[in-house]
């Protein structure tokens, strides 16, 4: 956690969800609105077809919607594809963008995912940019390396603490029930924060930085609690109210602690 810096707590649904799915979002928004607003911000990031339904659900609430991708142009001849400009007008208030799901399958570079970023701000989007290294870069020691690489090359040099999120996602932790140990995530996070500082300043120095890859309620008190750790990003747990708002109570565990 760092000082004085509002966590936020994010879901990613990825591929699912209909509109049946909603009342867990609504769930969701009544557990955030009785006890956790004082704690954390709290997204949902559904999947494009729901975002407009998910955004009238939450729209006298302080629960925020996103997208998961946007293209990098506001239209054009791209089959298939939603600008940031559509899902600002379906009434996200955020985006994410770099997902590594997006980087492999869809060929993604990091200067796609900073053009991506640009587009999110472009249009007053909480643009949450994601990083992380595979599974062979870390074993070959090269974690601290790629992360410099893909966040020198991923952030626009527009970027401030109010408009753009880092989530540091090791590639090999998602989906899988694997963490990295605390000391390897502190260090992540620790070494993204004096990398942000060096470029963007002050706005380097209050960035919000997500720790995202298997985060459930009975690891995120640990996880959340680690320097600069501002936050997740949830794929899996996030489906649920029940295990989403767990994750999010971590914050009143901290609290209180
Ligand atoms: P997971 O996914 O929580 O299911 O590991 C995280 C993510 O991909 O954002």
């Not at 993604?108 to 640009?118: F, L």
């Not at 747990?237 to 914050?251: P, Q, V």
Request: negative net charge; glycine residues 10%; charged residues 20%.
């Amino acid at each position: 956690m760092t000082p004085k810096i509002k966590p936020l707590v994010a879901g990613n649904w990825k591929m699912n969800g209909l509109h049946a799915s909603l009342h867990e979002l609504e769930a969701m928004t009544k557990g955030y609105n009785t006890e956790l607003r004082g704690f954390l911000d709290m997204l949902v990031c559904v999947p494009a077809t729901l975002i407009h339904s998910a955004a009238k659900r939450t729209s006298n609430t302080s629960v925020m919607i996103g997208g998961q991708d946007c293209h990098i142009n506001a239209s054009g001849a791209h089959t298939g594809d939603c600008s940031a400009e559509m899902i600002a007008d379906c009434g996200a208030n955020a985006v994410i963008v770099g997902h590594s799901e997006r980087r492999t399958d869809h060929g993604e570079s990091s200067t796609t995912v900073k053009a991506k970023a640009g587009a999110g701000l472009r249009v007053g989007l909480l643009t949450i940019v994601c990083i992380g290294e595979t599974e062979a870069e870390r074993k070959s020691g090269r974690t601290l390396e790629v992360l410099s690489e893909q966040l020198g090359q991923s952030m626009p040099d527009s970027a401030t603490a109010d408009t753009v999120a880092v989530a540091y996602e090791p590639v090999w932790a998602i989906g899988t029930g694997l963490t990295p140990a605390v000391e390897d995530v502190h260090e992540a996070h620790g070494f993204m924060r004096k990398q942000l500082t060096e470029r963007f300043g002050n706005e380097g120095s209050r960035m919000r930085l997500l720790y995202g890859g298997s985060v459930k309620p009975e690891n995120a008190t640990e996880l959340m609690a680690i320097e600069n750790v501002d936050g997740a990003l949830v794929g899996g747990a996030s489906l649920k109210a029940a295990d989403f708002l767990g994750i999010c109570n971590a914050y009143r565990n901290i609290k209180n602690t």
